[in-house]
């Protein structure tokens, strides 16, 4: 079941690259966020509708085991997974840094024109990497699943701690990035442990604030915008024009809520109210978001 869920990961992430993002090389990095978040969720909802509202149960992959350390038990599972996950991090350093097809890699991550007339092929390599990464996620996800919720909203949630990672490594930093994992993981772990400790802590949500922490600082400190690949020109996704003509619109519009508000009562005026709340908080959302 593993080999044929890692395959099936490379054929999606191959199948992704070629119909979604090789059209998309040349379009603004905000355009490609998007699409990617897209595409995360279509995947959620197509799993949804697939396993309904249960979360299948995975068997333990690795040895089961306990050990003591500061006065907590901690199971050997976590510990064979981190050392999988070092394993990989290791193996794609040298994989990027001593072969041919690595520097192949970074040649074209650097310029794509540059590679091509080197007689090396961009697309060829993009769909190899894309291959290489979509095997790589798909193994984590499997290795992950015994130790949390096999759900796809709760593995979306692993993309801020991700994204935390690549920051602080900037990136380029196979060994730094995984490092930085690894710490943000256990930092969030022992964040939840004082959440039992203290009382004056929140209850909920401390844990999953460290790696958005994380993000800000880096943010704020390092932050720069990420160069195109190979570009010096800088595209927007285009200018909306400002409306014309709004303040009929908007008398009429107050007046109709007024009058909603007054002619309704009960469990009508509490859904005209959420109606009002929830198109306020509509309005002020990105497109990210």
């Known amino acids: 079941a593993m080999a044929i869920s890692v395959v099936i990961a490379t054929l999606l992430g191959v199948g992704l690259y070629l119909v979604v993002f090789r059209p998309m090389r040349t379009a603004p990095a905000l355009a490609k966020a998007v699409a990617a978040i897209g595409v995360m ?34 199971t050997t599972d976590h510990f064979w997974l981190a050392a999988v996950v070092i394993g990989l991090a290791v193996c794609a350093a040298l994989v990027l840094r001593y072969t041919r097809f690595g520097i192949a890699t970074e040649a074209a991550a650097e310029s794509e024109k540059g590679a091509l007339v080197t007689g090396l092929s ?31 909203f709760a593995y979306s949630l692993f993309l801020v701690p991700a ?56 943010l704020l400190i390092r932050g720069q915008a990420l160069p195109g690949r190979g570009a ?6 285009g200018r909306t024009p400002r409306p014309a003509g709004l303040i009929i619109p908007t008398v009429i519009g107050v007046v109709v809520v007024i009058a909603a508000l007054y002619l309704t009562s009960g469990s009508m005026r509490l859904a005209v109210i959420m109606s009002l709340l929830f198109a306020i908080i509509a309005l002020s959302q990105a497109v990210i978001t």
Not at 48 to 53: E, G, N, Q, T
Not at 126 to 145: C, D, H, K, P, R
Not at 232 to 237: G, P, T
């Open 41 to 74: 969720l279509v995947l959620q909802a197509l799993i949804s509708l697939r396993v309904k509202d249960d979360s299948p149960a995975v068997r333990y992959i690795f040895p089961q085991g306990s050990l003591t350390i500061g006065g907590q038990r901690v």
């Open 122 to 152: 961009p697309n060829r390599i993009a769909v190899a990497n894309w291959a290489l990464s979509s095997a790589t996620a798909g193994l984590a996800g499997i290795l992950i699943a015994p130790i949390t919720t096999l759900s796809p």
């Open 163 to 218: 994204l935390a990672a690549a920051l602080v490594g900037n990136f380029t930093g196979i060994g730094v990035t995984v490092g930085a994992g690894l710490a943000i993981g256990m930092l969030m772990s022992e964040v939840t442990k004082l959440q039992d400790v203290f009382a004056w802590l929140p209850r909920y949500g401390l844990g999953e604030a460290v790696p958005l922490v994380l993000i800000l600082g880096f």
């Open 232 to 237: 010096l020109i800088r595209q927007d996704l």
